[in-house]
């Protein structure tokens, strides 16, 4: 049995009714969720269950199942008890997936920014990177930060676009992210469109125009090795 996955269509939708599935050791299943699962370097959404009696259930993470398809809620130690069958209401923590969003986003800004293969990345909400091939001298942090705060300036909407496995294979220069590959088996992937600045697959939640990212900030810029050169930003509202 799978999950329907309420945030690939909407990622602004923060509540919905849901049925338990299953209750295991790792997580609550559900039949269908607004909660975003661990993956693509992005963090897992937090947030509550609520039982029919009104007890509330705190979600403290969420994670991916046996398939992608699968998505384990996570309760904090000591919540009420669920059982298969079980009615629950669902609400994701917005303001925590909303700064995932906007830095997710401003991550696709960036890797136009800095012109060389992403070799990786990770979103929490205080802050976000992406690691690099490239030589360090090559990455100076007020450029990234100017150039990346001018795509935003832009305003320009977002789009999801599906596109076919073959289509994919067919067009590899979109894949930039070397470490994270896009998710294949379902006949078709997710690509995140902001016109005439980035197009490439993400099963991520993003804005719906990338100004509401408000501009982005450089923390820092290392090495990580020979092959990673690694960048990091914060929201310039996050302290």
């Not at 001298?137 to 676009?161: F, K, P, Q, Y």
Request: charged content about 25%.
């Amino acid at each position: 049995m799978t999950t329907e996955l309420l945030f690939r269509n909407d990622a602004y939708l923060t509540c919905a009714s849901a049925t338990v599935i299953a209750v295991g050791e790792r997580g609550i299943e559900l039949d269908r969720t607004v909660f975003y699962p661990l993956g693509g370097g992005q963090a897992g959404d937090t947030g509550t269950m609520v039982r029919a009696d009104g007890q509330r259930v705190p979600i403290t993470d969420t994670r991916k199942g046996e398939t992608a398809e699968r998505v384990l809620h996570v309760p904090a130690p000591g919540s009420p008890a669920l059982a298969p069958g079980d009615a629950v209401q669902i609400e994701i923590d917005w303001a925590r997936r909303h700064r995932l969003m906007r830095l997710h986003t401003a991550l696709h800004l960036m890797s136009c920014v800095v012109t060389a293969p992403v070799t990786g990345g990770n979103i929490v909400p205080d802050k976000a990177r992406l690691d690099f091939d490239i030589e360090l001298s090559a990455l100076d942090a007020a450029h990234i930060a100017r150039e990346t705060n001018a795509l935003i300036g832009s305003a320009v909407a977002t789009e999801s676009v599906w596109i076919t496995d073959a289509e994919l294979d067919a067009q590899p220069e979109l894949v930039k992210t070397m470490s994270v590959q896009p998710p294949r088996g379902a006949g078709r992937v997710r690509l995140l469109k902001i016109p005439g600045i980035d197009l490439q697959p993400c099963g991520g939640t993003h804005v719906a125009n990338i100004a509401e990212i408000g501009g982005i900030r450089v923390l820092r810029i290392r090495s990580e090795g020979k092959h990673n050169k690694r960048v990091e930003i914060a929201l310039i509202d996050s302290d």
